[in-house]
């Protein structure tokens, strides 16, 4: 409840009319249909104080014990007291959401993306591997690519057009504004915090070009004609002949830099773009559709689905493909030379299911495209894009290369298809297999660690105009119950399937709050941010090591669901936990678990071991309830 000044506060305050967001360079919609459903979107609401403080209580009970539990449900108290400071926070919040197009939009990206300085690669940028293809050598690469080209513009004329088909949850339509943000963006690095530039539908510059990458070598290669008619798929494979021609031997990797730490790279960008033909080598860069990168051999060892998942996720090394890339460019594709294909996405401008979308339509499309189309007018030659270096920068090059190849080797994939069954199984249940998923994960680093850990679920808030995410809490008083109960052999079945519906209902339930904008996460990062903003001292309740534990998520995971049997791999958010991305599919579930070598904690193998029996033991404890 609110003071009464508070409430005052907010009564006073005039609702904003609806206008394009401002926060991303150049990223303003012209008017059309997209504009029309963007405005009629309603906005991300500010959950009720107390109804966030309570949820929050019982979201770190499970990862409490007994005295710290208490001393957190203090400063929950004092915090929510009737008239106290989370009162006043709780009023200056829903005026800013009042007054704004979405109160945690920029605060977001700012906070999530744009702030943090570690590098990109396996902290941010999540890579996708699609099903592999049938080809093998560079023409084979080549030809694919060109299709792949082609099926990417031939999806960019829906967005051009702004007739993406509205994605929808249950019956609600969702905010679509990330589609617009994809094509021709690109992030910037800064030396305090980075920017991105959108030169989308309704910028004044219109780009023609992609930018390829070959031997760690870029070249801007048109991919319409001067009629703005996409180039057809023969010309296309001609003009990456000629890419690939040009660039015969490997140059320095100066897309390497992309991977440093985000102040380093800031600082060395500056030092740069000093450089005319550089400048221009960026800014081609930056204004391009999309990067492709044609990929040199990768040996795959024993494990050839992880072999691609790293190859996608970082480029497997400055020996390998790491230099072929640019990865503060929103979408870059690579093609390997073995079928291997896919993504690798800087995270800032989108989630990973517009990004799907895009994948899904552009694998339909290589699935029917006829591999040659009719010819079209010649297209201009492949520009070659220039880097100049000096000492300073070849040095920067070096450390580069030797950052990414620590953490390339410090990161642990572990992509797997379970086989048993899918999706179909949980629902036959009456369960939902999100949920479901959730509660076997959590049954798995049960029975490994003996403990719960706090488990971030991405739930997308696309209901709401600007919406991203808010965190699903998966890590539950109820699943504790639950993963307690399979662990103690005394337990009657009955009691285990109970407990198992609890949990998953439980999960469900809040699940369906955070999609309706009534979590926790992000309302609390807002009364923190609007603490700081007001100059005051952060509040105790954010102090305590209670809060601490609750944002040390040692499980990241989130869904991302596809038609094809692609898999998302993303490192994990702490050093000792996981990174967990999970395609359900009807029949089948694709997962891939990441984990820090250098952690003594954790084991992406043993765990997904653990996750594999996990999904076997409900399955078999379900299937007594009909004997019972
Ligand atoms: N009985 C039978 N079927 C059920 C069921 C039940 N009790 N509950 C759900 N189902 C069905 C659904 O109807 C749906 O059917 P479909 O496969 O025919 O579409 C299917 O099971 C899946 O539902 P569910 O597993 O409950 O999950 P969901 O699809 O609603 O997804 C979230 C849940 C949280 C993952 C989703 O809302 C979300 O937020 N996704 C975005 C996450 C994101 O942004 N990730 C990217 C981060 S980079």
């Known amino acids: 409840m609110l003071s009464r000044t508070a409430r005052a506060m907010v009564k006073t305050a005039k609702q904003q009319p609806w206008k394009a967001p401002e926060f991303f360079r150049g990223a303003i919609l012209p008017p059309g249909r997209m504009l029309a459903h963007q405005a009629s979107m309603p906005r991300l609401p500010v959950p009720a104080l107390s109804q966030t403080l309570e949820k929050y209580l019982r979201a770190v009970r499970p990862l409490l014990d007994d005295e710290e539990f208490q001393h957190t449900t203090q400063l929950v108290e004092e915090f929510g007291k009737p008239g106290g400071l989370g009162d006043s926070l709780q009023a200056k919040l829903q005026m800013r959401a009042l007054e704004r197009q979405s109160w945690l939009a920029d605060w977001w990206l700012h906070t999530a993306y744009l702030d943090f300085r570690m590098s990109v690669v396996l902290h941010v940028s999540p890579g996708i591997v699609c099903p592999p293809q049938n080809f093998n050598g560079q023409e084979g690469q080549l030809k694919f690519a060109a299709q792949m080209v082609a099926g990417l513009l031939d999806y960019k004329v829906q967005i051009d057009n702004q007739s993406v088909p509205i994605d929808k949850l249950g019956k609600n339509s969702l905010c679509m504004d990330q589609y617009y ?15 991105v530039v959108v030169y989308g539908p309704g910028s004044n510059v219109r780009p023609r070009h992609i930018v390829v990458a070959h031997n760690n070598k870029f070249f801007a290669v048109d991919v319409y004609d001067e009629n703005w008619k996409p180039l057809s798929q023969d010309l296309i494979h001609a003009q990456l002949q000629k890419v690939v021609y040009y660039s015969r031997y490997p140059s320095e990797p100066v897309g390497i830099l992309t991977s440093e730490n985000r102040n380093t790279w800031g600082k060395i960008y500056k030092l740069l773009k000093k450089d005319k033909s550089n400048k221009a080598s960026l800014d081609a860069i930056n204004k391009s559709i999309f990067m492709l990168c044609l990929d040199q051999e990768v040996p795959r060892g024993d494990h050839r689905k992880s072999s691609i998942a790293h190859q996608l996720m970082h480029g497997g090394g400055s020996e390998l493909n790491s230099g072929n890339r640019w990865f503060d460019k929103t979408l870059q594709f690579t093609v390997g030379t073995d079928g291997a294909i896919g993504l690798t996405y800087e995270h800032s401008p989108a989630e990973g299911p517009p ?42 090059i070096d450390n580069a290369k030797r950052g990414l190849d620590v953490q390339v080797k410090d990161l642990q994939l572990k992509p797997v298809t379970f086989h048993e069954y899918g999706k179909g199984f949980p629902k036959s249940q009456k369960m939902s297999p999100d949920s479901y998923i959730q509660i076997a994960l959590q049954l798995a680093y049960y029975k490994l660690y003996k403990v719960p850990c706090a488990t971030y679920e991405s739930g997308s808030t696309r ?28 337990v009657p079945p009955g009691e285990k399937i109970a407990l198992l519906k609890r949990a998953i209902d439980g999960h469900k339930k809040y699940a369906q709050e955070t999609v309706s ?7 609390l990062l807002g009364l923190k941010l609007t603490a700081i903003e007001s100059g005051l001292n952060v ?39 996981y990174g967990f991305c999970y395609n359900p599919r009807e029949d089948h579930l694709n997962f891939c678990i990441s984990a820090f070598n250098s952690s003594p904690e954790t084991d992406a193998d043993k765990l997904a071991d653990s996750l594999h029996q996990s999904l076997l033991d409900m399955r078999e404890l379900l299937s007594t309830q009909a004997k019972l």
Not at 181 to 195: M, N, T, V, W, Y
Request: hydrophobic share 35%; proline share 7%; charged share 25%.
């Open 181 to 195: 943000k994809l094509f021709s963006a690109c992030r910037i690095p800064g030396e305090r915090r980075d920017q």
């Open 355 to 396: 990004i799907i979308a895009l994948l899904d339509h552009m694998m339909d499309y290589c699935s029917q495209a006829p591999e040659v189309q009719e010819t079209t007018v010649e297209p201009k030659e492949p520009e070659r894009l220039p880097f100049t270096t000096n000492d300073k920068i070849l040095e920067a």
């Open 463 to 490: 209901m709401f105009h600007l919406g991203r995410t808010d965190t699903i809490r998966s890590a539950s008083v109820e699943s504790l119950e639950f993963c307690k109960a399979m662990e103690d052999s005394g």
């Open 517 to 523: 904008g009534q979590g926790i996460d992000r309302h």
């Open 539 to 577: 509040p105790d309740l954010f102090m305590d090591s209670a809060y601490e534990e609750a944002l040390h998520f040692k499980l990241s995971t989130s869904q991302v669901p596809s038609k094809y049997d692609s898999f998302l791999c993303f490192g994990p958010v702490v050093p000792d936990g």
